[in-house]
């Protein structure tokens, strides 16, 4: 049976937000929106949360490694406030911008490899009110 191909996905992921932290996991969540926004048109936007913000163009410089000149995307830089944190910042970005999922890897730059999810990507994901995809 042939069956016309339908993109029914492509509204689960019309706006994707990808945090950013310059680890391996977090960069091949970026790979997938990518691909994502190549396959059903989805917007991008990479969210760097920082507390000192001295390793910005660092940041930028590895997004644009793995993204290159394929899609268009967006940077944003939230400073971390002394009473927050990058898991409160990455929900209320999601919250106040309309995003549709959020892909994000499963742990950052911890030093302890033995951790198989990290507490922001855990954080996120019990705490998010749009589809969370956590990638390894």
């Known amino acids: 049976m042939n069956y016309e191909p339908t993109y029914t ?3 689960w992921f019309r706006k994707i ?3 950013i932290d ?6 091949r969540a970026l790979e997938l929106a990518t691909d994502f926004s190549l396959r059903y048109g989805s917007k991008v936007s990479v969210l760097y949360v920082c507390s000192t913000c001295e390793d910005i163009e660092h940041i930028r410089k590895k997004v644009d490694e793995r993204v290159g000149k394929k899609i268009e995307y967006e940077f944003k830089v939230i400073k971390i406030q002394k009473e927050s944190s990058v898991s409160n910042e990455i929900l ?8 549709d999922a959020i892909l994000l890897g499963s742990r950052g730059t911890s030093v ?4 198989n999810i990290g507490s922001v990507a855990l954080s996120v994901t019990a ?3 749009v589809t969370v995809i956590i990638v390894r």
């Open 9 to 11: 996905v492509s509204l």
């Open 92 to 99: 209320r970005t999601v919250n106040e911008d309309t995003y």
């Open 112 to 115: 302890n490899s033995d951790i």
């Open 17 to 19: 937000l990808v945090p």
């Open 127 to 129: 705490n998010a009110s």
């Open 22 to 27: 310059g680890s391996e996991n977090s960069l």
